[in-house]
């Protein structure tokens, strides 16, 4: 299972800001990264700011008491 992160980098702004979704997890890296880029679009679609970078993450879930694995 995946669960996705999105970061979205504001030109002005330092650190950048963090999107979490929650409609997930996702059974695929494939249906987690296709909803990162939905947040993305919509995103974009709806903020007055300059957005200088977006990125994707997808983090895989383990099963209790085990560590989170980052795909990119």
């Given at each position: 299972m995946f669960s996705?992160?999105?970061?979205?980098w504001v030109v002005g702004v330092?650190?950048?800001?963090?999107?979490?979704?929650t409609l997930g997890p996702y059974?695929?890296?494939?249906?987690?990264?296709y909803r990162g880029a939905s947040i993305i679009k919509v995103a974009v679609q709806t903020v007055d700011y300059a957005i200088a970078k977006a990125e994707t993450?997808?983090?895989?879930q383990k099963l209790k008491g085990k560590n989170v694995n980052f795909t990119r």
């Open positions: 996705v992160l999105v970061l979205i330092k650190p950048p800001t963090i999107l979490e979704d059974t695929t890296v494939e249906r987690c990264f993450m997808c983090l895989q």
